[in-house]
């Protein structure tokens, strides 16, 4: 690993690898420890910029507070991926602190204007790919009564998920201003597309694999009786967990109803079709 050596500017040193690795952390821990509806991951932002506030600016009481109120402005992404902003804030902080040609509010349009397409790029990647992968590992464990599976998920997703955001905030603090293009220019949106299908393959194979749906139901077949599951998987394999995926997800995009709503409606059907014998 390459030795990381601080900027120094007319004898004022930057950022050291301290330095950055208190910026990580402290966003880290505090993205989400301290919410609201008005702000959401704010306070952790603006949190993250005490140290860089207290060695950049110790003497500049107005310079603290210009840096403190942009941090304090509404910021919301995905915290694992989206970390490659605060990378790419932090160098442009330095450059401010350093007395470098970059306008303050520049910060504050770069966090604007990249929160969102990351935020989609992250949830793609993060909630439908790395945690359907994890989780259908660790129920494949758990099945057999085993504690590996929940053991496995948290250590694995723990380990993962800290190792991306760490790698995206050290990538976007070595990319500064660069990362602009890479990731709200037309790069991304073909990016963020073929994320999306790869997610919606996991999403279907998981389906597939874990979702358990059959009839009781038997029909005739010449003298004899088959049971209607088995004809039907002959033409269309899971086709009943299909159905009720569809259904699941029409419930939730389209009519906009919660989780709990969703899975009482389930339960009902699932009370009605199996007292009528159905399932």
Not at 25 to 41: A, P
Not at 97 to 115: C, F, S
Not at 259 to 269: A, E, F, Q
Request: glycine share 10%; charged share 15%; with cysteine.
């Amino acid at each position: 690993m390459a030795t990381f050596t601080p900027k120094v500017v007319d004898g004022k040193e930057g950022l050291t690898k301290k330095d950055l690795n208190s910026l990580w952390y402290r966003w880290q821990v505090g993205w989400f420890s301290s919410s609201s509806y008005e702000k959401l991951e704010t306070h952790g932002f603006a949190w993250s910029y005490i140290p860089f506030a207290e060695k950049f600016y110790k003497d500049d009481p107005e310079g603290k507070k210009r840096l403190l109120v942009r941090h304090s402005q509404f910021y919301n992404t995905e915290p694992q991926v989206g970390t490659i902003v605060n990378g790419i804030v932090a160098s442009l902080e330095e450059d401010i602190a350093l007395g470098g040609d970059i306008p303050e509010e520049m910060v504050t349009n770069i966090k604007t204007t990249l929160m969102g397409p990351l935020a989609g790029l992250g949830d793609s990647i993060i909630q439908g790919i790395i945690v359907p992968t994890l989780l259908s590992v660790g129920m494949s464990l758990a099945s057999s009564g085993s504690p590996a599976g929940p053991i496995f998920y948290i250590i694995s997703w723990l380990v993962l998920g800290l190792a991306i955001s760490y790698g995206m905030f050290r990538y976007g603090y070595k990319m500064g201003l660069s990362a602009i293009d890479v990731l709200a220019g037309n790069e991304s949106r073909r990016l963020m597309d073929a994320i999306n299908v790869l997610g919606i393959i996991v999403t279907g194979t998981l389906a597939a694999s874990f979702i358990s749906i059959s009839t009781i139901v038997n029909i005739p077949k010449g003298s004899d009786y088959t049971a209607l599951s088995d004809t039907l998987n002959g033409v269309f394999p899971k086709l009943f967990p299909l159905i009720f995926v569809l259904f699941t997800y029409w419930m939730l995009n389209k009519k906009q109803f919660g989780p709990t709503k969703v899975l009482l409606i389930l339960t009902g059907i699932i009370i009605v079709t199996c007292l009528v014998g159905l399932f």
